[in-house]
Every structure is written in C-alpha cells, then in structure tokens.
C-alpha cells in the first residue's frame, strides 16, 4: 500500500515537473489567429459551461421585455458587443477569427441559455478568453437589457424588428434559411 501511494506521488511530481518545463522552455503555443482543435473545444466548452451551472445564481431578469428596453438593448450591443460579436448588419465581425478560442456571432447563431446562463457570462466574463466581464463597464439594468435582446433576437416585437430593419439596413429573420444552415455547420455542434 506504501509502495503504492509513493509511486502516485512520484508519478504526480514528475508531471508537474514536465508541464513546469514545457511552460518554462515556451513549449506552450500561444497564437490566438489560429482555430482550437476539435477536442479542446469539447473539453473547454464542457469545463465553462458546468462551472457556470455550478457558479451562476438562477436570477430572472427585472426587467420587462417591451419595445425600449429590447430597442436598448440592441443600442447596447452595438456598442459593446458587435465588434467581436458580430453586428446587426449582418457582415461578419472585424475580431471575430481573431480569438482563441473564437467568439460565438450571436447574431447568426443567438445563445439559447436561460436568461440567467447569458447575464452570468457578460457579467463575468470567461476566464482565458477575450470575454470581458462587464460588471465594472455597464450597469446591471443595461446587461439585463442586452441579456433580453440575445433571448428575443428570433422572436422580436414588430415595432423593435422595424427599428433593426432602419439602422442596419437588414431583416431581422434571415433571409435565406439555407445560408444560415450552411453558417451553422461552420459552428461547433457541441458547444451547447
Ligand atoms: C473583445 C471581444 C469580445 C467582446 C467585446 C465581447 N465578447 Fe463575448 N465572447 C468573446 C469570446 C472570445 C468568447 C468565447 C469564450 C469561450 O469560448 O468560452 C465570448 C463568449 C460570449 C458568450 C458565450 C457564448 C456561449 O456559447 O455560451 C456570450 C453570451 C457573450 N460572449 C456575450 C457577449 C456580450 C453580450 C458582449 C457585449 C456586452 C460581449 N460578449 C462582448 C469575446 C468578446
């Protein structure tokens, strides 16, 4: 039994000694311009969503979902989120190949977490990734609202659908249901 526990422990030391060395000798790659493999992907999404499950308290969003708030929300994501997200004119974003690992575009392909999953993430960020937390930069009230907006995106009011259609020249529905099919093959199936 002694034998055994000190040949554990050596075999723990000994690969703590080569992740040390493989860290220290720059063996670790760190370019972000390339795409994550498929099983690290598996692995990482599993990992950041079950600590989320774990982590992330089951609130409900205080606010209601009417036309202003969902049309703020939409400014707020904009602003905020759009430039690695994706935008609402539905050209692909300048950062959005340029993490690793990459940004979902939630526009194409919006979160479909419970409002709490969403507000969570944008509230603290994801570890290790380009994911800010947002908690010093908007208030809660204005996470809330893109929080709403990402949850509605398919399902949106017509005076709010009216009001994309205005500022960024596209429909809101995308017109060509087989392009998206195509774009979302692109997409890790696992990742949800
Ligand atoms: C600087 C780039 C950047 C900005 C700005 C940014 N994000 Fe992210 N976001 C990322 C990256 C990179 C990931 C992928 C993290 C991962 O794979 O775990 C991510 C992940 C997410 C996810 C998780 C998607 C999932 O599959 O669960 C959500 C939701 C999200 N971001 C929302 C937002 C919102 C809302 C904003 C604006 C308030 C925002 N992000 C701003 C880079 C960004």
Not at 17 to 30: D, H, I, S, W, Y
Not at 80 to 89: E, I, Q, R, S
Not at 162 to 188: A, I, R, V
Request: glycine share 6%.
């Amino acid at each position: 039994m002694g034998k055994f526990l000190l040949g554990i422990i050596v075999t723990l030391v000994a690969l703590i000694l080569v992740a040390l060395g493989v860290a220290t000798l720059g063996l670790f790659p760190t370019p972000a311009n390339v795409e994550p493999s498929h099983l690290e992907r598996h692995f990482a999404m599993g990992a950041v969503d079950a600590s989320m499950d774990r982590h992330a308290p089951r609130l409900t969003n205080p606010l209601m979902p009417n036309d202003q708030n969902l049309i703020d929300g939409m400014k707020l994501y904009t602003m905020n989120c759009a430039l690695c997200h994706g935008g609402l004119d539905r050209k692909p974003s300048t950062l959005g190949n340029s993490f690793y690992p990459p940004p979902p575009n939630l526009v194409s392909d919006p979160p479909d977490d419970p409002e709490w999953h969403i507000f969570y993430t944008i509230r603290t960020g994801v570890r290790y990734t380009g994911m800010p937390a947002w908690d010093k930069a908007l208030t809660p009230p204005d996470m809330w609202k893109i929080t709403m907006f990402l949850s509605h995106m398919d399902k949106l009011p017509p005076a709010v659908q009216q009001y994309w259609k205005t500022s960024f020249g596209t429909s809101p529905e995308p017109e060509n249901k087989e392009g998206m099919k195509d774009l979302s093959h692109d997409h890790d199936k696992d990742h949800h």
